[in-house]
């Protein structure tokens, strides 16, 4: 068998032939040059010279001349196959290195570690499961299964490819785990929406004392990111900085993206000032924080600062823009930045902008011409997002004439949409129209659509609590239930007013009387006010849009309990304090 090590020192490396080839570098009419010396002179007969041919050609992006080199080599040998197989692999050629690996297998010659490792991961680049699987048995026929780095590679390549439940196999099969292995299974958890198991075993490599890296930290903060996960993610920031970590331009964004997705758009901003490099995506993180804390004057500050000072924006930094004044209710600023993506960027808007600009222009009172910016569009162009902006628009200004129309593009676009038909109940029943209520209530029966439950989360001694309307799971539960009736009480004396009959037409009978009191926001809050100590801030992360109603009452319970209460729902971060919010009702 192969070692399991490649060899890569080449006898001829120092050869005049050799330097001219590492002279022209990945640049193909250069390489064409060289090849055609090659054979005029006989050097092309040197397999180290065509293995680094090979190279060059793939890292220059040509895959055709790459493959037109490769099968004009009689008899590769395992070496060149495996150059191959990792150049294809590493410059985005997935589906020729698995080919070169199966052109391997057929001409029957030896795979080793390096082989597997490279194949797997161009596997796991395309999410190609039912290639990969094949070539994880081909692992066991060969003895490659209990190899540190093929273990790795397969448990970032099932995590990728969506199987986390195989990846943790492979993971916990392993006798002893590298820091690659163990960052490997964090990432797989946290792309797959599994933040909170990512923490878990965060802590348990924490406990057995395992050596962290920044990758695994890159990880980490992004499943903090997802959980509003601050305590946790202060942790981390601290240990980066007291043992001396780089804080590198993915590492700095990061954490920029933790401390706004946790609410603290302060603290990112100095990250952001004391970052040595900032990128694209770093300015566009920057940005995008101040726009979901509603900060819009800051983000166009940025942006402006961006434009003199940092790399040119892309078509994500001015999603970010856009949504930012959408928030702020900046429609001057909102029109000049999207004309400069043309204008000053040649940058051609995408659904996702057009989506910034109806929302924009729909939250700002510009119905009709919202709505005449779709129909402008082409046929093509019109998503089903825009006509959601555009019907949340006719909801937040009671337009129902308009709401309807707007309502009949989007059930038509997307019929299997639940939240289309809630939205459009919500409409109605704003209006006063509880016969309509009821037509689209039978309509969701009918086709079986049923709303997507609504759960929040908080975070109390590093550790993270979730909460659906009327849980009673929680072992407190008797005690957060009286904590909480004890505060609605005592808002209600406040002036606090329970939102009418009509904003609960959505709910079931049997949840009527858990529907405004025990949404699962006001649980959370309740939990945190008992458990956290005076002063300290609390932090709720919700799945959905909060409610009218909620909203109205976490104004009073902030007043009434001397907090500071931050709320990130699915749309942006509200910031209540002294019984004010800070999106100003305008949200």
Partial sequence: METKHLQTTLSPSHSPAYQVLLRAGPRLKRLQQVHAHFIVSGSYRSRALLTKLLTLACTAGSI???????FSITNPDSFLFNVLIKASSKFGFSRDAILFYRRMVADSIPQSNYTFTAVIKACADISALRIGRPIHSHVLVCGYDSDSFVQAA???FYAKSGDVGEAKKVFDRMPERTVIAWNSMISGYDQNGFSKEA???FYRMRELGVEFDSATFVSVLSACSQLGALDLGCWVHDYIVNNSFDVNVVLGTSLINMYTRCGNVSKAREVFDEMNERNVVAWTAMISGYGMHGNGREAIELFRLMRIHGPPPNGITFVAVLSACAHAGLVHEGRKAFA?????YGLVPRVEHHVCMVDMLGRAGFLNEAFQYIKDLKQG????????AMLGACKMHKNLDLGVQVAEHLLAAEPENPSHYVLLSNVYALAGRMERVEMVRNMMI???LKKQVGYSIIEVGQKSYLFSMGDRSHPETTEIYKYLDELMLRSKEAGYVPA???VMHELEEEEREYALRYHSEKLAIAFGLMKTSHGMTIRIVKNLRMCEDCHSAIKFISHIANREIIVRDKLRFHHFKNGLCSCQDYW
Avoid: N
Wanted: no cysteine.
């Fill in 64 to 70: 055709l001349y790459t493959r037109q080199l490769f």
């Fill in 340 to 344: 400069s993506m043309r204008q000053d």
């Fill in 446 to 448: 009918r086709k079986g």
């Fill in 381 to 388: 162009e019109q998503a089903p997002a825009l006509w959601t």
């Fill in 500 to 502: 009418p009959e009509s």
């Fill in 199 to 201: 923490i878990g075993l």
């Fill in 154 to 156: 397969l448990i970032a």
